[in-house]
């Protein structure tokens, strides 16, 4: 979005230091690398200070940059503004764009808010300029982000909101002021950090506390800890359920699942009956797809556009990836982040989808911040692998020794180790990658779609 000098300087309460309050930028960014010519530059304090890279965006073109260190890199043609602390300038622009947005759908939940992002912002764009964030920017960085770097004409904008701890989800609702929040599930995603379901509930229902009258909450009917949240809202309330309640709004009536994930399946809404289809997905993208139908339902999308948004999503990387080798086995990269509800999801449809002839193999890295309750789900996981009758699994990271015999140091090993305890990939085999975040397994699969095996 386009925004002046001047504007930045009045909505962040800021002093230009050097520079046109005539002068303009579009968009913006704290990454140095992801400058694009005239876009603001944020140098955002973490593991490294953001100011050493100031004068590396304005090499990249950035037209200025916000400092709370005075001007550090003086370049010509370019602005600077100083303010006390660039984090807090951020979102202080993002209030700022939103004010130029009509429209906000915002979703949290424990799992499934990218994916229902992504379903939600291809629905809507068929029906109006919308904003979306790639991949998940989902916390007070990402967030204000993406109300600024929305198109200017932008009617609807698409914002996940994360929830690390208590209060998250309040910041990030007072941040972006939905007038559409979807909530997908209360799993245990950072349990440690909650302790409790309960507790993961009370956060992730502040996004509906935080609609207006004239708002829509969008909620799991499947789930009782989400459709309790009914009665924390002044806003109106769709349901979804993707498991059978037929009373709910928009609901899953019937399914099929092709070999490679791809899924048809009939909706049935408040706009009618919608034939569906969506590509290289397990089952519970269903629901998913559900909220993001009654969400875009709700944002003006007819039928034809819930369709032909769902068959157009692209998916994020790492995420339900089904990916075959030259060799006829598969791949499927769910590496990009893992808590139990999702290793058991993945599970069950990495076991749905081997060939009659091909096993199910497993690379399984920790399920990160689960707190006193890790150790157990960790057993738990090695549990439903068993019950799963998987063929090899090799396990990497914390409690590795509690999933499985086959423990291996790193991805590089661990794609090293289920190649030999397999004697080679076969055509018809399945293999699941999934872990955490921090575990960084994605590495593991180019290798183990480049292996052939050893005749
Ligand atoms: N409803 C669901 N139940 C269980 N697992 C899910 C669900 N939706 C998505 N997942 C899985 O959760 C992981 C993260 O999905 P993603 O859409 O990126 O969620 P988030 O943005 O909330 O982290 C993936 O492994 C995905 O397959
Ligand atoms: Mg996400």
Same mark, same amino acid.
């Given at each position: 979005m386009r925004m002046t000098v001047a504007d930045a300087v009045a909505a962040t309460g800021g002093t230009l230091l050097r520079g046109d309050r005539g002068d303009a930028f579009t968009d913006a960014t704290q990454d140095s690398r992801r400058v694009v010519p005239g876009m603001l530059f944020i140098p955002i304090k973490g593991d490294r200070d953001g100011h050493d890279f100031v004068a590396a965006a304005l090499d990249a073109g950035a037209a200025g940059y916000l400092t709370e260190r005075g001007d550090v890199a003086a370049a010509q043609g370019t602005f600077a503004i100083g303010v006390g602390d660039t984090l807090t300038a951020l979102a202080d622009l993002g209030r700022l764009a939103r004010e130029r947005i009509p429209d906000v759908a915002a979703i949290t939940g424990s799992a499934g808010k990218t994916t229902t992002k992504d379903f939600l912002a291809a629905i809507v764009s068929r029906v109006a300029v919308t904003g979306v964030a790639p991949g998940s920017h989902n916390n007070e960085i990402g967030m204000p982000l993406t109300l600024v770097n929305a198109p200017d004409a932008a009617r609807i904008v698409v914002s996940e909101i994360g929830a690390r701890s208590p209060g998250d989800v309040r910041w990030g609702a007072e941040l972006v002021q939905p007038t559409v929040g979807v909530v997908t599930n209360v799993g245990s995603a950072h349990l440690g950090v909650f302790g409790s379901r309960e507790a993961i509930a009370r956060t992730k229902g502040e996004l509906v506390e935080a609609l207006d009258v004239d708002g829509v909450a969008v909620l799991n009917a499947d789930d009782a800890l989400v459709a309790e949240m009914a009665a924390r809202t002044r806003a109106r309330v769709v349901t979804f359920s993707a498991d059978g309640d037929r009373a709910a709004d928009v609901s899953v009536a019937a399914s099929r699942f092709a070999p490679d994930l791809s899924a048809e399946f009939v909706l049935e809404t408040p706009v009618g009956r919608i034939e569906c289809e969506t590509h #290289?997905? #397990?089952?519970?993208?269903l629901s998913c797809a559900a909220g993001a139908a009654a969400a875009a339902i709700a944002l003006g999308a007819s039928a034809d556009d819930v369709a032909a948004g769902l068959v157009g999503t692209e998916r994020s990387a790492h995420r339900m990836q089904l990916h075959a080798s030259a060799g006829g086995w598969r791949v499927l990269d769910d590496a990009y982040n893992a808590n139990p509800e999702s290793m058991a999801a993945a599970l069950a449809s990495a076991a749905g989808v081997a060939g009659a002839d091909g096993r199910t193999l497993a690379l399984l890295g920790h399920m990160a911040e689960l707190g006193p309750a890790a150790a157990d789900a960790h057993r738990a996981l090695a549990d439903l692998h068993r019950g799963h009758g998987f063929d090899v699994v090799v396990s990497v990271g914390e409690h590795a020794e509690l999933v499985s015999d086959n423990v291996a140091r790193d991805p590089a090993e661990a794609a090293e180790l289920l190649r030999r305890l397999a004697g080679g990939f076969r055509p018809g085999d399945v293999i699941v990658v999934k872990a955490s975040r921090v575990v960084g397994l994605e590495a593991a699969v180019p290798a183990l779609l480049e292996i052939r095996t050893d005749p």
């Open positions: #290289g997905a #397990g089952p519970h993208i």
